[in-house]
């Protein structure tokens, strides 16, 4: 079991089956030393998007925990991505980026907070190695009516 793996299941993580394209796209990229996660939604280990993850962030349908429980799950659904990509997690030398896109009600601004979600899982999981550049986006609507997508940008080894 790899070093990232152990640290997974030691914080009582298992990764779910990488869920496939739903459109014309891939599911990651490696572009030289980059992996490049498409977008991912925050289906649990069912493959499902629980009711509690469905809607607006900031109003009456989402609380901002469960938003940042959405974020942490699309995380761990990168998590997935990357390692149907590249086999094994220890081969991540570290996050560069993450971008998180916010099913927000009008006026709701605490973003980041929902966003942290995710980058916290991520520092976790990988340590320094997971610090990384991010942008948080407060969008309209999200596919299957999420409240969070989660993308991401890796540096792998050859």
Do not use: W
Request: glycine share 10%.
């Amino acid at each position: 079991m790899s070093k990232t793996e152990a640290r997974l299941t030691a914080l009582g993580v298992t990764l779910p089956s990488p869920a496939a394209p739903v459109a014309n796209y891939v599911p990651f990229v490696i572009a030289g030393p980059l992996l490049v996660i498409s977008g991912q939604l925050p289906f649990g280990a069912d493959g499902k998007l629980d009711p509690a993850h469905a809607g607006k962030i900031g109003g009456a349908a989402v609380s901002i925990e469960a938003g940042k429980e959405a974020a942490c799950l699309a995380a761990i659904n990168v998590l997935a991505q990357a390692k149907a990509a590249v086999g094994d997690l220890d081969k991540i030398r570290r996050c560069v980026r993450l971008g998180g896109f916010i099913n927000a009600a009008s006026g709701f601004s605490a973003l980041p907070a929902i966003m942290n979600g995710a980058s916290d899982f991520i520092v976790e999981v990988l340590g320094e190695a997971g610090r990384h550049a991010r942008s948080t986006v407060g969008v309209a609507e999200l596919p299957l009516e999420a409240c969070v997508e989660v993308e991401a940008m890796f540096e792998i080894a050859p």
